[in-house]
């Protein structure tokens, strides 16, 4: 049993952020709770690839309780929070409250469709497993469609994907898609003709990936243009009814695949918490990670809304991690009667890779494209994937798909 | 493109039966289409892994058009078949009508809860992917909720889980439900009393695996025994509310899950074909396989009815396979203006697993139990597994789960 007599952590969300916290509180003289209302965590950078039939889920998923099965001091609850009473220090989940000395927001970010109904209606999107598993579906179903399709009109519309938002999301999926049909699907499908297939990648601003420097950006747009798909820059997406897609600029696209990767917000939860907001929902907290008036309370990850030298810190995976990392550190401080420290973003870096041999690789000052930013992002994302056998699998599924141009999980499952 | 003047052979199912005709077919001078309404080959006797977190399901299925890549005189049509014109040589689908010149109807089997609706609607099963993913979400959101649940009487009944139908799919699952708790969750919830846990397997008849020898029946219901499942023979399932499981002799079991696996019946569709049916709705064929006064019809598989000596032909994946080669063979003759042979099973043996290093097997008149039995099973099952791929990962997790036991695919996917 835990000495109940230690201070009880509470991490909400099983994401980068919260696991990072959980591990570094292993071990220490606290007892932590995650709380999530999924029981795995979720390697989120490869979930294109479940999407694209590259991965199966459970090699990018691993179960909270197994990565913590050693670590006696770590709880798991599976159970979605509704509420946080800060006086009273309780939580409230739809499986009852749960009483905190420190509490942990990391419950992470969600869709943005910006108000926009007809998308959040008919657009796939790509944030959780069930995602990824329904774009696979929709689109080997497509597949299925246009092979038996008479009509070439229906036919070509059948075959237009259009992917929304130019960042590391929307470039990935874009280059998987293509790649998944240009190497994999065509000899599934001999009788069908690749040059009906268009994908299309949408982006609002002037470039793709923001946030890297300009050479890489003018190199994935390169990359993905070798790859047949059409990027539009300044292209504004206004309605999707499931059949026409129309831009702001009234240019009307016949497609019945729209995956949305343009927006995201902080996690509906933090709308509930009456904590100062700043843009997409993020909560404000004081350079510690803390919000302000509330020492027990950090918010870490996506949803914390910190600025470094005027700017906000990214909504990424290496912020999360490290804001993870601090929080843990902050609060052992404070468990031995020390005050919090301000945290600070050590950039490592970003990558993106725009499918087989090619990515776009910034660490530190250096800049890398093509084959050798693709093995960064190859050596980096395996180092990522918690547990050995995710990694070996992983590996040979890549390995596979690599050599022999096959991709193993393209399945449709009833949903 | 293929030669329209060859004839149209249209198979309608890619389990066992219909996959084998196919092969057989490919290369020979008729155009085949196989119509599933999934886009994979299900290897289904190691489904029950895929829902005690042993295999993920794509390491069990397998897209019907990556099988048929190089076979130019086969095509697939994804649909559901809903009816058959046989006198105008038509197969009505949800997408279409589809013309025949021979046609195999292997459909498989369904479900059979033998009118009884609590089960119908209470009941978990395993016959499809989607099946086995939600046996899997269940169990381990049973454990979730014990682990928290304070109530003694609630959390006997959470960790109570009833199987009903002492077949293969039963013992094996109520087998490997076993190990998956004893060997894996234990160590996920180590606050958790496993001696808590039930798990109970009905069986209507007086003996387990009816079929197999009474020597190996009687070492399967020791093994059982051993891995701490009670087995009640003679125990007929009359109502289950989700709650409580009701037996025809008034005993109550207080549970929460209930796996039925004590009846099959041939699928729906043959329900609506006006063909002459026997018992569990298997339709009677000629010992050719062919239906009465149609001889370019065939039924193969699990929904066939036909007897040897007196008795009908087990539903088991053996008499499938068999069946398939024999009807594309017949077809072949038939196309070469030769007469249909009739067919004969040659019964290769029986085997079912209990779980790690024992199983039950019968070959021929040899029969193997423990360890040995289990070796056998192994080497069977892998060789079975379509695609090279599909086995070597399969071989890799379950030398993973062998030597650790642990088990990759203990995830609770939002449904």
């Not at 016949?254 to 995201?264: D, E, F, I, K, P």
């Amino acid at each position: 049993m835990k000495p109940n007599t230690l201070p009880h952590v509470v991490v909400v969300g099983a994401g980068f952020a919260g696991m990072k916290t959980a591990q570094k509180l292993a071990g220490k003289p606290v007892r932590v709770t995650v709380v999530d209302r999924r029981n795995y965590h979720l390697f989120q950078p490869l979930l294109y690839q479940v999407a694209t039939a590259g991965l199966s889920p459970d090699e990018i998923a691993y179960p909270v309780r197994a990565i913590f099965q050693d670590k006696k001091n770590i709880d798991f609850l599976l159970a979605e929070v509704t509420g946080v009473d800060f006086d009273a220090r309780i939580i409230q989940t739809e499986r009852g409250l749960l009483a905190y000395d420190y509490l942990i927001l990391a419950a992470g970010a969600a869709v943005n469709f910006f108000g926009n109904l007809s998308l959040a209606k008919n657009a796939l999107v790509l944030k959780d497993v069930p995602d990824a598993i329904r774009l696979r579906n929709h689109v080997l179903r497509m597949f299925e469609l246009a092979a038996h399709e008479k009509d070439p009109v229906e036919r070509q519309s059948l075959l237009t994907f259009v992917v929304a938002g130019g960042g590391p999301t929307g470039v990935e999926s874009a280059g998987a898609l293509s790649e998944l049909i240009r190497l994999v699907l065509r000899k599934d499908y001999p009788n069908l003709d690749i040059s009906n297939v268009r994908i299309l990648l949408l982006e609002a601003s002037s470039c793709l990936l923001s946030g890297f420097p300009a050479d890489l950006q003018a190199a994935a747009l390169k990359s993905l243009s070798a790859k047949h798909i059409t990027v539009k820059l300044l292209a504004r997406l206004a309605h999707f009814d499931g059949r026409q897609a129309r831009l702001e600029s009234g240019e009307v696209i016949n497609c019945q695949t729209l995956l949305w990767s343009a927006g995201v917000q902080a996690a509906e939860i933090y709308q509930h918490l009456s904590l100062e907001q700043a843009r997409q929902g993020r909560v404000k907290v004081l350079p510690t990670l803390q919000v302000a008036g509330r020492e027990n309370v950090f918010i870490t990850g996506d949803a914390s809304y910190l600025e470094e030298n005027g700017q906000p810190l990214p909504m990424m995976g290496t912020v999360a991690f490290q804001q993870g990392e601090a929080a843990a550190g902050n609060i052992l401080r404070l468990v031995a009667g020390k005050t919090a420290l301000p945290f600070k973003y050590a950039d490592p870096g970003s990558l993106a890779t725009i499918g087989r041999n090619d990515a776009v690789a910034r660490i530190g000052n250096w800049r890398f494209s093509g084959f050798i930013a693709w093995v960064i992002w190859l050596v980096v994302h395996l180092i990522g994937l918690i547990g050995f056998r995710n990694r070996l699998i992983v590996l040979i599924n890549w390995a596979w798909d690599y050599f022999f141009y096959d991709r193993a999980v393209r399945l449709i499952t009833r949903e």
